[in-house]
């Protein structure tokens, strides 16, 4: 081999391995380094009527990593996953509301006209997303956690609604 063609390669083992170092390095930052938890109340929790709730499922139980756990309560202004909230780390998590009910891993959430309330403040603990003025709760039978930046379906909740 030759010394140019030396170089030729150590130059290309040196762009590839800092490619390959920094791709690994977004995936494992939340891993390594996760949000710390959270512990929002709902404000005038005592006087404010739940319009919904319900329960996070594992979608995909052959998936260690994609998993989701604890409550959400859907009141009219907002949406409050609950103390016992719980999801496995990952990059970009976001809460949509999705018209859809029983939501699995083959649902298409990315196509359903879904409201994204926000990036996910942590991956446990109580935490409030307010809900767009005027949208008619009725029209969304789950939340779901979803990770942006893979398009993965990490925890689905169906919602029912109060007194049903």
């Given at each position: 081999m030759t010394t140019k063609g030396l170089a030729v390669g150590l130059l290309a083992g040196a762009i590839l391995g800092t490619l390959a170092g920094?791709?690994?390095?977004?995936?494992?930052?939340?891993?390594l380094f996760p949000p710390p938890e959270v512990n929002e109340q709902v404000p005038d929790g005592d006087h404010r009527?739940?319009?919904a709730a319900g329960?996070?499922?594992?979608a995909d139980p052959s998936d260690p990593i994609h998993y989701g756990k604890g409550g959400v309560t859907l009141y009219q202004e907002l949406l409050h996953l609950e103390s016992d909230f719980e999801v496995g780390p990952g990059p970009k998590y976001h809460v949509y509301l999705v018209p859809e009910t029983s939501i699995t891993p083959d649902t298409r959430v990315e196509e359903t006209m879904f409201v994204d309330l926000g990036?996910?403040?942590?991956?446990?603990?109580?935490?409030?997303?307010?809900?767009?003025?005027?949208?008619?709760?009725?029209?969304?039978?789950?939340?779901v956690i979803w990770c942006e930046h893979f398009n993965v379906l990490i925890a689905p909740a169906e919602l029912k609604p109060s007194g049903a």
């Open positions: 920094f791709a690994a390095g977004i995936f494992y930052f939340p891993f009527p739940a319009a329960s996070f499922v594992h990036r996910l403040k942590a991956f446990s603990g109580s935490q409030n997303y307010p809900i767009p003025v005027g949208l008619d709760l009725r029209d969304y039978g789950s939340v």
